[in-house]
């Protein structure tokens, strides 16, 4: 007896996982790679074989593998219709069973898939509590020594619930409060993006994190460098070490190499003790500087010595000092430019650009993904300023896709926490978008300005889908057109 005892996870252990899990949910992690640590963890409590998260797709209506213990295969994709799971997902409620393959819900299509073999298998809903929609659901398979018993299904649901409540602290979060299901935005938590543009950054900032070379993000202001830049860490071996950032704009010329190397005591008027620079600070970690492009000529030297031998003095030391940094560097500015009019280093921009990201504007992201994140920030500040998400009218939907977003994603993000702030109920229309500048309010006079034809065939549709009550057959013979063909065009 005390054998099995000691073999059991304690309750410690148990409660660990719910707090680590917790712990991960501010910073700008891959989410897939902080699903796959909870699952292999969750395995390992209840004393399973395999664990895998099902996560309910509202946008295609079915069941996806965001994660899973599953070497053999990157993702598995299910209809709500079939299977164990898809009928927790369905119905809510929590299935238990010894031998799968003696239960008439069993769908055997993922086993054959994988060429595994499943026996036992316990399955939970997850939803942030019992009254609210299933948002996926957490599957175990296989119990060592034969089936899951009681302790095991409450520990799970309980696990299941806290995923749920985890999810919507993340942008796999719903779309809305009432509907079933999550929107699957991106693959780093808080950075939104599915466009082609997005997921060639994506991809490089995960090869990038996994190596110690020197980044350059290059993108013009307000597109998110920022966010990749700590995605990078957070994703890093390095993510328990600090992520420190240095704003080249806003430091002058004087106070660059004391900001970056620290001073010793009495190295200038007003020096009274000695400060460490935030080289120092970073130890072990990143340090991000922040439009490299603006850093004072007389200082470029200066930091290509840190870059090449992580070597430093403070102002005013003798002192060589060491440090283990990981550098990021961002800018908008053309670097090219700047080194053919000897503003930059040529040395330097080599340095720097050892692993090179070029973040896209918000223009280049297209309308889907303008519309995409537009739905994201609803979902942000309605919380933030405590209503329900409201509905994004169609007429606001042909504003934001037809403007041209000098500002990029910072833009976007401003104009839809100004409209949650004038629109404190009802729907979102483009009377409550903001349009201070005469480009702006000529870009709202004519939405579809900059629309494919595609697009603007889509917004006109849904504006008079919505002039009819949703009621497509007057929609389309109000358009001309077949019902069918209606159909088609809102699809698109």
Not at 212 to 235: F, M, P, S, Y
Not at 318 to 323: G, I, K, V, Y
Not at 452 to 469: K, M, N, P, Q, Y
Request: charged content about 25%.
């Amino acid at each position: 007896m005390s054998a099995v005892v000691a073999m059991m996870p304690s309750a410690a252990t148990r409660l660990s996982l719910l707090v680590d899990l917790a712990s991960q949910l501010a910073r700008e992690v891959d989410l897939d790679a902080l699903l796959e640590s909870a699952c292999e963890r969750i395995a390992r409590a209840v004393r399973a074989d395999r664990a895998t998260v099902w996560l309910f797709d509202a946008e295609r209506g079915d069941l996806v593998t965001r994660v899973a213990v599953l070497p053999e295969v990157p993702q598995l994709r299910q209809p709500l219709s079939r299977g164990i799971s898809g009928c927790v997902a369905t119905t809510g409620k929590v299935v238990r069973i010894d031998d799968v393959t003696r239960d008439e819900r069993w769908d055997p299509s993922a086993d054959l898939t994988t060429g595994y073999r499943s026996r036992s298998m316990l399955v939970a809903p997850i939803r942030e509590d019992a009254r609210a929609p299933v948002r996926g659901v957490l599957q175990l398979l296989n119990r060592e020594g034969g089936a899951f018993d009681d302790e095991d299904e409450l520990y799970v649901v309980a696990l299941a619930t806290q995923l749920g409540r985890a999810l919507a602290m993340t942008t796999l979060r719903a779309s809305n409060d009432t509907g079933p299901g999550v929107v699957l935005r991106g693959p780093f938590n808080h950075i939104v993006g599915r466009s082609p543009a997005m997921e060639r950054v994506f991809q490089r900032v995960a090869l990038a994190a996994q190596s110690d070379a020197t980044v350059l993000l290059r993108g013009e202001t307000g597109t998110g460098k920022g966010l990749l830049a700590r995605a990078i860490h957070v994703n890093s071996p390095r993510q328990a070490g600090p992520f420190v950032t240095v704003d080249c704009t806003t430091l002058p010329a004087q106070l660059v190499e004391s900001e970056l190397f620290g001073h010793e005591r009495g190295a200038f008027t007003g020096a009274d003790r000695r400060v460490p620079g935030k080289v120092e600070i970073a130890q072990g970690g990143t340090l991000l500087l922040d439009e490299i492009g603006d850093m004072p000529l007389e200082m470029q030297g200066k930091l290509l010595r840190f870059l090449q031998e992580r070597r430093f003095e403070r102002v005013g030391g003798r002192e060589t000092l060491c440090a283990d940094v990981r550098i990021v560097c961002a800018t908008h500015r053309d670097l090219e430019r700047s080194v053919a009019e000897g503003r930059f280093r040529e040395d330097l921009y080599y340095r720097t650009r050892v692993v090179e990201i070029e973040v896209p504007s918000l223009a280049e992201r297209g309308g889907d993904e303008v519309e995409r994140l537009a739905r994201h920030f609803l979902g942000i500040y309605s919380q933030r300023y405590r209503r329900a998400v409201p509905e994004l009218r169609a007429d606001a939907i042909a504003v934001l896709r037809a403007h041209r977003w000098p500002g990029n994603v910072r833009e976007l993000e401003h104009w839809i926490e100004s409209a949650i702030v004038l629109c404190p109920q009802g729907p979102v229309g483009a009377e409550h978008l903001p349009c201070c500048k005469r480009a702006s309010a000529t870009k709202v006079q004519r939405p579809g300005a900059h629309l494919t034809l595609a697009e603007a065939s889509r917004a006109h549709a849904i504006a008079v889908l919505d002039d009819c009550g949703q009621n497509k057959s007057q929609a389309a013979r109000r358009l001309g057109i077949g019902r069918n063909t209606l159909t088609r065009i809102l699809e698109r």
